[in-house]
């Protein structure tokens, strides 16, 4: 989407939104259960050969699964902002952790509040702190939870999935208790996002048993997912005690991935590999969604306006994202042939620099999936990738010509994302402190 139609979303939703009338049927709750750097390989759902998973798994097999399912940058507070807005990173401006999104931006929890919905979010991740990046405008309760020390760092500085489940749990009990609104309710886990901790209680049941192994970092974050999977199994059976599961749609999804070694690299956020940019999502609502497998391609910016239809709001034309509600409820055709555009940058700003020189220099790669077929250009050293995805879905084998150029359909993307970097206008100025930046160091936020 051009600039020029972000803005006019801003003043079209400013002006048309307030006032609204409530849907006529009484609409459905909403629940967002997010889990941070949760990559689709490492589920059971999705094949993996340990049991990480269950709870997961058997809510995404109660619902609409989605197989091919991708964010749009594979960094936290980029792709976050890109669910909630369904803009690309380079048009809501948080291309990089630490810098806030533009003010004012349409998003789907905006236009739930507006419909009477009471809106909540708790979540786990130092760099969603709202002065670092300019979310809590799109919920009435928007907290990040950092009550407790990583390893050995000094300042609290994340919340563990229980903490978070007890939170959200308190808000939903204050709010069922005090009014009849429906509530959309976000909750983000920030295990399992490195450094991977042990999880001892959840090694027998991922099938690890040999105390020479426990130190392997893949099998530390699997334990982390086990012990991310049995909290939202907690999670779920207490909101299901306080609302039929009929009366709310649950939704389900990661971030982003992440690289436990592939490609020489560990984390996420500087590449466009399939490990970091596919990510689980699921959609639940029992006895509305039959449970199936969607194979087409689909996007975390898809979350927004989906939500919007299945509750009964018809997205406005200016979201980029896809309704799936149609092909959900009614069984109509997704988005065959769909092409899925990605960027990359640096991970987090890591000083107090003017605001365009730190996006402008932080594009480190572009990318375009059509058919299959994944075309990935690094700005920063002028390489290209192109991979055969149904035949080499772990990226192996590089099958573009030699010295190929990229496509004109990947370099005028490539122009996209460069002309919105430039672009600064409106865009709030990075406020971080000292203690921020420790705190995105320790998370591997900063080179
Ligand atoms: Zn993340």
Redesign the pocket.
Known sequence: MALWKVLCAVVVFAILSPGSPRAASSPPHVLLISI??LRTMNMGSYGYRRDTSPHLDELLAAGAKFDDARTVEP??AP?LASMLTSLHPHEHGSTRNGLRVRPNLFSFTKALGRRGYATGAFLG?WTLKDKLSGLAEHFDTYEVLLNRKRWFGLAKSEATADDLVDLSLSWLDAHLGASDKPFLMWVHMIEP?APYRLRGAYLKQIGVKRAGSLLSPTRRYDSEIAFADDRVGRLLSEVYERVPREQIVVVFFS??GESLGEHGYWG?GRHLYEFSLRIPLGITWSGTIEPRVVDEPALIGDIGPTVLGLVGIEPPDFIEGFDWTGVLLRGEDGPAGRVTLHQAHRSSVGAQEEQTRLRARGLLEVGRVADARKEVHRVVNDRHWLFDLEADPAEKRDVSAQNARPSAELQEWLETVRSGLAVADDLPPPNLTDEDLDALRALGYID
């Open positions: 941070d750097t960094l936290t792709a991740n996002h971030d982003h996420h």
